[in-house]
């Protein structure tokens, strides 16, 4: 039987399928200029050198949760090409800006130096975020049909901070959208939405609406901090920390969360179970697959850190 055409992201909304918990983890992401096609594994098939490939890839085996996207905006005609390292952790994350005049400069940058805050490797420490939507059709045409569109509005609202991404991670999700230095992941992104989510982290705050969660986190702790942050109403970045957790049982976690303001702390525990439905979760897949969905089984409230477990 031929499957009629679909789009994967259309049939994640369609379900229902709920977003958090499911953003890609790292805590150093390089961010790679490369305004020239992208295949669908958009390294490997670059025209970039057989020796340029070779040390991103080790840069990724070396530094511990890291990742690698190309992004592009437009062809410069000096042919200069940024380069990103962004740190992405709960506390003070943030992004160094480095322009190079040639591919074969990468190998010269002192990435890990940068990664671990020693150096700015010759490059500018940003003050304002970072925008990225994945638009990387080769890999799924959802990052084209609706993360493209979203890139063009967000560019011609706020201009040089938003970039087109290679594949992040959660096709159906599409449009996705970034936001850096902190690694915040959204889903499902409208025109309307974006613009929101990124006028709130522009004043320090998450949108709960579609929020992915962010990057530094496990997915587990991920659907742990939106149940804090819904239940709590809670919405500032630094309004909550994370203050330890446990794993219960094969399929149950419990996270503690500091909110320094309030003096108080907040748990909850959170268990992972198979969805009742069964979607094609990438537009290439041939099988429909149940994916992993988070519930809220227990939360509470310490005003007493000494009470909290």
Not at 206 to 224: D, F, H, K, S
């Amino acid at each position: 039987m031929i499957q009629p055409p679909f789009y994967c992201a259309e049939l994640s909304r369609g379900s229902g399928e709920q977003v958090f918990g499911t953003a890609s983890t790292g805590e150093v992401w390089l961010l790679v200029e490369y305004p020239y096609g992208w295949g669908a594994h958009a390294l490997e098939s670059s025209a970039l050198s057989p020796a340029v490939k070779s040390h991103l890839s080790d840069l990724l085996k070396t530094i511990p949760r890291s990742r690698l996207l190309f992004i592009k905006q437009h062809a410069r005609p000096d042919g200069r090409f940024n380069f990103f390292v962004v740190r992405a952790r709960e506390q003070r994350p943030y992004v160094v800006e480095l322009t190079l005049s040639d591919y074969e400069d990468l190998r010269s940058v002192n990435v890990a130096a940068i990664a671990a805050g020693e150096s700015t490797g010759g490059g500018v420490l940003m003050r304002d975020p970072l925008y990225l939507v994945c638009t990387h059709g080769r890999r799924d045409k959802c990052c084209a049909k609706f993360g493209y569109a979203l890139y063009k509005h967000l560019r011609e609202r706020a201009g040089a901070s938003v970039w087109q991404s290679s594949h992040v991670g959660g096709d159906r999700f599409a449009a996705n959208l970034l936001c850096f230095p902190h690694g915040l992941f959204y889903a499902h992104v409208t025109h309307e939405a974006g613009a929101r989510i990124m006028e709130e982290y522009g004043r320090g705050r998450i949108v709960l609406e579609n929020y992915r969660g962010r990057a530094c986190y496990t997915q587990q702790l991920q659907a742990a901090e939106y149940f804090v942050r819904v239940e709590s109403g809670l919405k500032g970045l630094g309004e909550l920390s994370h203050a330890g957790g446990a794993r219960i049982s094969a399929n149950v976690w419990r996270f503690r969360f500091n909110a320094p303001a309030e003096e108080r702390f907040y748990e909850a525990q959170v268990s992972s179970r198979a969805s009742e439905f069964a979607n094609f979760i990438t537009c290439g897949a041939t099988e429909a697959k149940q994916v992993q969905q988070f519930v809220l089984e227990e939360f509470r409230a310490a005003d007493d850190p000494a009470h909290a477990r």
